[in-house]
């Protein structure tokens, strides 16, 4: 398949329409799409007819053969659809559009596929009439409904029925992870998510980390589905960290919407490690985007350090990097153990190593402590079980009665 990609550029435009329509071209390589050509239209406003100028149009009909299609660079509303395909006689498409397809290739977890059905289901839901018009033309005057109107009545109740079965069983396994991030509260777990543009090495950075292997490669949404995994950082402090699906400029809201319950992850998070790559010439363009996702979110106050990865291909030197922030090449592993050293000293600066000596009747204390920490040192003497663990200085008054005293 071959596309003719369309940009407008318009007064007001709230991002860089050079750097769009490259991420277009990306989107369209990812969907295994042929780019044949690209048209740019400089224009006051967007024309509500046809998104650009009736004049282009024909000149987009002259440059098209049966086998091609049109992707245009921003979401499209239903009426340009439909005006478009009847004047154009060829597949039309949008960015959202080829976004969802990458996502729906990719979705691997029953809640990944959920979600994007969902996504896909609020997509089509009003362009149903666009994509049924040689049916819609067959409506009936005088308020008669002719088969066209009932057929696509009969489409959105179909789709409205799997909206309703896809949210339920979403909202099951939201639930599941509530619980998970309960349980990780009561056990004073530490939370570290990993946020970023997408292809910015998030996944790969949280491989060098982990025995258990997430999915890793150079393209667009690689990963979608959320992957938490423990890991034990030096001095024994035990974290969980989770890789997040990756931003992109222009997200669909509908996926946004959709992805939130996997995104809530971020929210509950002690950290954040906003993943940059270093190496793109727009690498302040994507640390805006995440930023902005973040926000609507209502990611505020979380710690944060900026990993600028990919700096061995050799464009970090001219970065203004955002603090606090560590440069690093996960594919080379630089400067990886400055990263796990300024995230120890982050999430734990409030924490100090105990020392308890348990008497063997108080097992339950010791059972409780068992299950709630990472022990540095466990040893079994005549009366007692002598204990060291990193605690938050705030939970120390609990234990104080134990608290260790080594004979002079």
């Given at each position: 398949?071959?596309?003719i990609?369309?940009?407008v550029?318009y007064?007001h435009?709230?991002y860089?329409l050079?750097i769009?329509m490259?991420?277009?071209?990306e989107?369209a390589r990812a969907?295994?799409?042929?780019?044949k050509?690209?048209m740019i239209q400089?224009?006051?406003q967007?024309?509500?007819k046809?998104y650009?100028?009736?004049g282009?149009v024909?000149?987009?009909k002259?440059m098209?053969?049966?086998?091609?299609?049109v992707?245009f660079?921003?979401?499209?509303?239903?009426?340009?659809?439909k005006?478009l395909?009847?004047e154009l006689?060829?597949?039309?498409s949008?960015?959202?559009?080829?976004?969802?397809?990458?996502?729906e290739?990719?979705?691997?977890?029953?809640?990944a596929?959920?979600?994007?059905?969902?996504?896909?289901?609020q997509?089509?839901?009003p362009?149903?009439?666009?994509m049924?018009?040689?049916?819609?033309?067959?409506?009936g005057?005088?308020?008669f409904r002719?088969?066209?109107?009932k057929?696509?009545?009969?489409d959105?109740?179909?789709?409205?029925r799997?909206?309703v079965?896809?949210?339920?069983?979403?909202q099951?396994i939201?639930k599941?992870?509530?619980t998970?991030r309960?349980?990780?509260k009561r056990?004073?777990q530490?939370?570290?998510c990993l946020?970023g543009?997408?292809?910015?090495?998030k996944?790969?950075?949280?491989?060098y980390?982990?025995?258990k292997?997430?999915?890793?490669e150079?393209?667009l949404?690689?990963?979608l589905?959320?992957?938490?995994?423990?890991?034990?950082?030096k001095?024994h402090?035990?974290i969980?960290?989770?890789?997040?699906?990756g931003f992109?400029n222009?997200?669909?809201?509908?996926?946004?919407?959709a992805?939130r319950s996997?995104l809530?992850?971020?929210k509950e998070?002690?950290?954040?490690?906003?993943?940059?790559?270093?190496s793109?010439?727009y690498?302040?363009?994507q640390?805006?985007?995440?930023?902005?996702?973040?926000?609507?979110l209502?990611?505020?106050?979380t710690p944060?350090?900026y990993v600028?990865n990919?700096?061995?291909?050799?464009?970090?030197?001219?970065l203004q990097?955002?603090?606090?922030y560590?440069?690093?090449?996960v594919?080379e592993?630089i400067?990886?153990?400055k990263?796990?050293e300024?995230?120890?000293?982050?999430?734990?600066k409030?924490?100090?190593?105990i020392?308890?000596?348990?008497?063997y009747?108080?097992?339950?204390?010791?059972q409780q402590?068992q299950?709630t920490y990472?022990?540095?040192?466990?040893e079994y003497?005549?009366?007692?079980?002598?204990i060291?663990?990193?605690i938050?200085?705030?939970?120390?008054?609990k234990?104080?009665q134990y608290?260790y005293h080594?004979?002079n």
């Open positions: 398949m071959k596309a990609l369309v940009g550029e007064d435009m709230y860089d050079h769009s490259e991420e277009l071209k989107l969907c295994q799409i042929e780019v050509d690209v400089r224009l006051s967007i024309s509500p046809y650009i100028g009736k282009k024909q000149e987009l002259d098209l053969t049966d086998d091609d299609m992707i660079n921003e979401e499209l509303s239903p009426m340009q659809i005006n395909t009847d006689d060829v597949e039309v949008d960015r959202s559009d080829l976004i969802l397809r990458i996502f290739s990719r979705a691997q977890t029953k809640e596929k959920l979600q994007v059905e969902i996504a896909r289901n997509y089509l839901l362009r149903l009439a666009g049924k018009e040689e049916l819609y033309s067959q409506q005057g005088s308020g002719g088969s066209g109107e057929q696509i009545e009969l959105r109740r179909v789709i409205h799997q909206l079965q896809a949210r339920r069983e979403l099951s939201v599941q992870r509530q998970q309960q349980l990780r056990n004073q530490k939370v570290v946020v543009y997408t292809n910015s090495g996944s790969s950075l949280l491989n980390f982990t025995d292997k997430v999915f890793q150079d393209m949404f690689a990963s589905q959320t992957a938490s995994r423990k890991v034990t950082l001095g402090k035990e969980i960290m989770s890789d997040t699906v992109i222009q997200l669909p809201h509908h996926l946004v919407q992805f996997t809530e992850e971020v998070a002690d950290l954040l490690l906003h993943v940059v790559d270093s793109s010439a690498s302040d363009i640390i805006e985007t995440t930023q902005q996702v973040l926000e609507a209502g990611v505020k106050d944060v350090i600028y990919k700096v061995d291909k050799d464009r970090y030197a001219f990097p955002h603090q606090p560590v440069f690093v090449s594919k592993q400067n990886l153990d990263l796990e300024l995230m120890i000293e982050t999430l734990f409030d924490y100090e190593l020392e308890l000596y348990i008497p009747d108080h097992g339950e204390i010791f402590i299950q990472e022990f540095i040192k466990e003497l005549e009366t007692g079980i002598y060291s663990f990193f938050d200085m705030k939970q120390k008054h234990y104080q608290i080594p004979l």
